[in-house]
Protein backbone atom coordinates (compact mmCIF):
# COMPACT_ATOMS: atom_id res chain seq x y z
CA UNK A 1 0.00 0.00 0.00
CA UNK A 2 0.86 3.35 -0.67
CA UNK A 3 -0.15 6.97 0.77
CA UNK A 4 -1.69 9.51 -1.32
CA UNK A 5 -3.32 12.96 -1.62
CA UNK A 6 -6.43 13.23 -3.35
CA UNK A 7 -5.87 15.77 -5.70
CA UNK A 8 -9.19 15.99 -7.96
CA UNK A 9 -11.38 13.38 -9.56
CA UNK A 10 -11.52 12.25 -13.00
CA UNK A 11 -14.81 12.20 -14.99
CA UNK A 12 -14.95 9.96 -18.70
CA UNK A 13 -18.09 9.71 -20.43
CA UNK A 14 -16.67 6.61 -22.63
CA UNK A 15 -15.48 3.72 -20.50
CA UNK A 16 -15.44 0.47 -20.12
CA UNK A 17 -18.95 -1.08 -19.46
CA UNK A 18 -17.57 -2.41 -15.70
CA UNK A 19 -16.83 1.04 -14.78
CA UNK A 20 -19.65 2.70 -15.56
CA UNK A 21 -20.66 4.34 -11.86
CA UNK A 22 -17.93 4.65 -10.27
CA UNK A 23 -15.71 7.21 -9.39
CA UNK A 24 -12.48 8.09 -9.90
CA UNK A 25 -10.31 9.97 -8.16
CA UNK A 26 -6.68 12.10 -9.29
CA UNK A 27 -3.58 11.28 -6.80
CA UNK A 28 -0.77 12.56 -6.17
CA UNK A 29 1.27 10.05 -4.19
CA UNK A 30 3.35 10.67 -0.82
CA UNK A 31 6.55 10.11 0.23
CA UNK A 32 8.89 11.30 3.36
CA UNK A 33 10.89 14.58 2.93
CA UNK A 34 14.05 15.34 3.79
CA UNK A 35 12.37 16.77 7.33
CA UNK A 36 10.43 14.05 8.14
CA UNK A 37 7.17 15.28 6.93
CA UNK A 38 4.96 13.85 3.96
CA UNK A 39 5.38 15.62 0.68
CA UNK A 40 3.67 15.30 -2.77
CA UNK A 41 5.48 13.09 -5.62
CA UNK A 42 5.70 14.12 -8.84
CA UNK A 43 3.61 11.72 -10.72
CA UNK A 44 -0.27 11.12 -10.61
CA UNK A 45 -2.17 7.98 -10.11
CA UNK A 46 -5.70 7.73 -11.47
CA UNK A 47 -7.52 5.26 -9.07
CA UNK A 48 -11.40 3.56 -8.49
CA UNK A 49 -12.24 5.15 -5.18
CA UNK A 50 -15.32 3.12 -3.76
CA UNK A 51 -14.81 4.76 -0.43
CA UNK A 52 -15.93 8.17 -1.37
CA UNK A 53 -12.90 9.88 -0.34
CA UNK A 54 -12.90 13.84 -1.06
CA UNK A 55 -10.44 15.83 -2.25
CA UNK A 56 -7.75 16.60 -0.03
CA UNK A 57 -8.22 13.80 1.51
CA UNK A 58 -5.09 11.75 2.33
CA UNK A 59 -5.57 8.20 1.23
CA UNK A 60 -3.91 4.77 1.02
CA UNK A 61 -3.96 2.70 -2.12
CA UNK A 62 -2.93 -0.24 -3.74
CA UNK A 63 -1.82 -1.21 -7.08
CA UNK A 64 -1.97 -3.75 -9.73
CA UNK A 65 -3.65 -7.39 -8.88
CA UNK A 66 -3.76 -6.07 -5.34
CA UNK A 67 -6.47 -2.96 -6.45
CA UNK A 68 -8.26 -6.14 -7.57
CA UNK A 69 -9.11 -7.48 -4.13
CA UNK A 70 -11.64 -5.09 -3.10
CA UNK A 71 -14.94 -5.80 -2.39
CA UNK A 72 -16.56 -5.82 -6.02
CA UNK A 73 -13.54 -4.90 -7.93
CA UNK A 74 -12.15 -8.49 -8.90
CA UNK A 75 -13.71 -7.96 -12.42
CA UNK A 76 -13.42 -4.12 -12.99
CA UNK A 77 -10.69 -2.75 -15.42
CA UNK A 78 -8.27 -0.98 -12.51
CA UNK A 79 -4.91 -0.76 -11.70
CA UNK A 80 -5.02 1.34 -8.55
CA UNK A 81 -7.55 1.37 -5.67
CA UNK A 82 -8.59 3.59 -3.32
CA UNK A 83 -8.42 1.46 -0.13
CA UNK A 84 -8.50 3.39 3.01
CA UNK A 85 -9.43 6.52 4.28
CA UNK A 86 -6.63 8.22 6.70
CA UNK A 87 -6.64 9.48 9.99
CA UNK A 88 -3.09 10.30 11.24
CA UNK A 89 0.07 9.08 10.14
CA UNK A 90 3.27 9.06 12.73
CA UNK A 91 7.09 8.74 12.14
CA UNK A 92 9.34 7.99 14.59
CA UNK A 93 6.92 9.11 17.23
CA UNK A 94 6.14 12.12 15.81
CA UNK A 95 3.11 13.13 13.87
CA UNK A 96 3.60 13.99 10.30
CA UNK A 97 -0.19 14.41 9.24
CA UNK A 98 -3.49 14.69 11.09
CA UNK A 99 -6.53 14.48 9.15
CA UNK A 100 -9.86 16.52 10.23
CA UNK A 101 -11.92 14.50 12.44
CA UNK A 102 -15.34 15.14 11.98
Same mark, same amino acid.
Given at each position: ????K ?6 ? &? ?7 G???AL?? $? ?7 G????K? &?V??I?T??A??G ?17 K?V $??D?? !? !? ?6 DV ?11
Amino acid at each position: MLLAKVIGQVVA &TQKDGKLKGRKLALLR $PLQLGADGGLEQAKN &TVVAIDTLGAGEGAVVLFCQGSSARQGDGLKEV $PVDAA !V !VGIVDSVDVDKKSVYKGDKK
